[in-house]
């Protein structure tokens, strides 16, 4: 019974530090220091953990995936054009472009997160979607985002040397990055991405999933493959 409400440690874990980050923190455009990266991170991983260990019942997919479709338009989207208003009507922008840039922070981690959640309910075991969730995670912080900007974007001018803005490679390398650094620091992070994904965390994670099990000859739980 324990293991079958166990996701719900996770989820308020993850909520209370996404709250903290979203509505009591000021919004932040860098990433100064190891722990903030570790902090902004955390409730993702807590986030995957609460996922990939939600029960799986017949019935409740169809129903839980109507509500997250309704909670998007009603809520999600309505909240993207109250921020990209905020910041196209602001007088100061710079001033207002880390609220706008947090959000789109969390709506990366909402996509990932929905994507996910549809995986588990459509009867992905826990092992499999703590492995996309991880690999995905992995992909979120690489930098491919920033070196795409990098080389789409129209610049004024030549393209700037460093990639400045991208402060969370610059906590890990010691400096602003240059195109250079952020590609190694990108095929680092995907190559441990694709790792991940072959690592057998469906066996470690079956143990603590009441759901993945299923009744052998002998009437033993034997986990899923």
């Not at 991170?41 to 479709?69: E, I, K, M, N």
């Not at 995905?136 to 030549?158: E, H, K, M, Q, R």
């Amino acid at each position: 019974m324990i293991r079958r409400w166990w996701w719900l440690l996770p989820a308020t874990v993850g909520g209370g530090l996404a709250a903290l980050i979203m509505l009591v923190l000021p919004p932040d455009r860098t990433i100064d220091h190891l722990g903030e990266v570790l902090l902004k991170t955390a409730p993702l991983l807590c986030a995957v953990l609460a996922v990939a260990y939600f029960p799986q019942r017949p019935g409740l997919g169809l129903a839980l995936l109507g509500v997250l479709f309704v909670g998007y338009m009603g809520v999600v989207d309505t909240l993207n054009v109250d921020h990209i208003f905020g910041y196209a009507e602001a007088a100061d922008q710079d001033a207002a472009f880390p609220r706008l840039y947090q959000w789109t922070i969390f709506l990366n981690a909402f996509t990932v997160l929905a994507v996910l959640f549809a995986y588990r309910l459509g009867g992905a075991t826990a092992g499999r979607v703590l492995r996309a969730g991880l690999a995905a995670i992995l992909v979120l912080i690489s930098g491919l985002n920033d070196l795409s900007f990098y080389y789409t974007y129209d610049w004024d001018g030549p393209r700037p040397r460093v990639l400045h803005w991208a402060s969370h490679i610059t906590v890990f390398v010691g400096g602003p990055p240059t195109a250079t650094v952020a590609i190694v620091f990108c095929a680092v992070h995907l190559l441990l991405a694709a790792v991940i994904l072959t690592l057998p965390l469906d066996r470690w994670a079956a143990r603590f999933d009441g759901w993945a099990a299923t009744p052998t000859p002998a009437g033993r739980p034997s986990a899923a493959p």
